[in-house]
Nanobody, 120 residues
Framework: QVQLVESGGGLVQAGGSLRLSCAASGRTFSSYAMAWFRQAPGKEREFVAGISRSGFSTYYADSVKGRFTISRDNAENTVYLQMNSLKPEATAVYYC?????????????WGQGTQVTVSS
C-alpha cells in the first residue's frame, strides 16, 4: 500500500521557521501533483500550497504567499514545505496529499500529519 509520511513539525516561536517533509512510497510519485493542507482544531481543512508533477508550477494560499515555499525532489519521492515568518494562526496539523495539478483538484488520501505549533 502506498503511504505518505509527514514529518518536520514542532514548536516554534512567532517569526521562526520550519521545514516540513512528506515522503511518499511507491513508484508513481512523479505522476502526481502534491499539496500541503492544514487543519486547526475546530476549523475546516485549509489548502496551503500545491506543486505540479515536475515542480515547475506552484500555487499558494493568499495567507502564506511570500512566506512559505513548496518544493519537491522526485528522485527522493519527497515534497517539502519551507515555512518562514511563522504566525500563531499557522498552528495546525499539516498534511500532504496527491492531486492532478498545482491548484487541484486533490484526492482524499493523507498521511498521519505533523503538528506545527507557533507560540506568540
Amino acid at each position: 500500500q502506498v503511504q505518505l509520511v509527514e514529518s518536520g513539525g514542532g514548536l516554534v516561536q512567532a517569526g521562526g521557521s520550519l521545514r516540513l517533509s512528506c515522503a511518499a512510497s511507491g513508484r508513481t510519485f512523479s505522476s502526481y501533483a502534491m499539496a500541503w493542507f492544514r487543519q486547526a482544531p475546530g476549523k475546516e481543512r485549509e489548502f496551503v500550497a500545491g506543486i505540479s508533477r515536475s515542480g515547475f508550477s506552484t500555487y499558494y494560499a493568499d495567507s502564506v504567499k511570500g512566506r512559505f515555499t513548496i518544493s519537491r525532489d522526485n528522485a527522493e519521492n519527497t515534497v517539502y514545505l519551507q515555512m518562514n515568518s511563522l504566525k500563531p494562526e499557522a498552528t495546525a496539523v499539516y498534511y500532504c496529499a496527491p492531486g492532478r495539478a498545482a491548484n487541484g483538484p486533490w484526492y482524499d488520501y493523507w498521511g498521519q500529519g505533523t503538528q506545527v505549533t507557533v507560540s506568540s
